[in-house]
């Protein structure tokens, strides 16, 4: 059997690392199964080994492949013919250490966690107590990205400059304005991923009720792509035209300006061509002066104007669906 070539696949940094090893090592991985030919976890074990500490050079080993996950990901590989495997980097949980002025939703931008999941891994602590030189628990990375990524398509949404860019093998696909959440609800900075898709979903506020009760607070969303959760099954996510209970659209179908109630809000029919492009699983970096870009696509954005991306001129305003 010839041996696949190996490729690790960190999301966060989008970064790909290829491991070599030799037929004669691969062969002396390999069993027969039922199904077919598997993987000896004893003989493969060392090779993950020293995957991880290649992956980590300083020696915190942060970062990881997952021995059951790679395994099953190989054996797959195996008995497909595949002639390239992908295997996921993972990255272990690590402790925060408190600095002075910090508060648990700064500390959750910061990072890119949302602070929902900070305060599962931190039972019974008190957050309006807190003290320089302190430790706190950090869940991994990881747990905003439940999905296998989709390595060839990445979302870059820059929240101060109110721009996104969809990029698909590294090269440009789309770049236009967008506009995110309000100050008093803002969209999280952080690495997510699509993780459902709805062509017209619903959400509410307290903001948009009216006095007479009635439909309170509800609006329609359109092409609705949820990316992260801000409580359990509250989830903030990529739209297009917001249909007010009112009649009017949120922002009046405008973009480029925070309008929104977390979300990510794009002209209505751009949000459909990202709707149809974008797969559950593919990579969302949304950056800000907080949360600065991990990948080099993010740098990218992070640096140059959203004319550098579209090279034209960009309206403001489009369609919108029929009230």
């Given amino acids: 059997t010839k041996s696949p070539r190996l490729v690790g696949y960190d ?7 290829r491991g070599a090893t030799s037929p004669a090592e691969f062969a002396s991985w390999l069993e027969v199964e039922a199904n077919g030919l598997g993987l000896r976890a004893d003989a493969y074990a060392p090779f993950l080994d020293a995957q991880t500490r290649s992956l980590n050079p300083d020696g915190t080993e942060v970062r990881y492949l997952d021995p059951l996950r790679s395994k099953d990901v190989l054996r797959e590989a195996i008995n497909t013919g595949a002639s390239e495997v992908t295997m996921r ?9 408190i600095q002075a ?6 500390i959750s931008r910061r990072m890119g966690i949302p602070f929902f999941n900070i305060q599962q891994a931190n039972p019974n602590r008190n957050w309006d107590q807190m003290f320089p030189g302190e430790t706190i628990n950090l869940p991994p990375p990881d747990i905003t990205l439940p999905l296998d990524p989709v390595p060839t398509k990445r979302i870059v949404v820059n929240l101060n400059e109110q721009f996104m860019v969809a990029f ?3 090269q440009v696909r789309y770049a236009w304005l967008i506009s995110s ?18 062509e017209v ?7 948009l009720c009216n006095e007479g009760g009635g439909n309170c607070g509800q609006w329609e969303m359109y092409w609705f792509m949820g990316m992260y959760e801000v409580a359990g ?8 035209a917001v249909l007010l209970p009112n009649g009017a659209y949120l922002g009046g179908g405008n973009v480029g300006a925070p309008y929104t109630f977390g979300c990510v809000m794009s002209v209505n029919d751009q949000a459909e061509t990202l709707f149809n492009w974008a797969e559950e699983g593919v990579i969302v970096e949304v950056i800000s002066n907080e949360y600065l870009p991990k990948s080099d696509l993010g740098q990218l954005v992070w640096t140059q104007p959203l004319s550098a991306f579209q090279g034209q001129s960009v309206a403001t305003t489009g369609s919108v669906p029929a009230a």
Avoid: C, W
């Fill in 11 to 17: 999301p966060f940094l989008n970064q790909s690392v």
């Fill in 101 to 106: 002025g910090d508060a648990g939703f700064r």
């Fill in 201 to 207: 979903a619903r959400g509410s506020s307290f903001t």
């Fill in 168 to 170: 698909e093998n590294n």
């Fill in 89 to 97: 980097i993972q990255y272990r949980p690590q402790q925060y250490t």
């Fill in 233 to 240: 099954g509250v989830m903030n996510g990529f739209h297009g």
């Fill in 181 to 198: 959440g309000l100050e008093e609800y803002p969209t999280s900075p952080g690495t997510y991923q699509i993780l459902s898709k709805e």
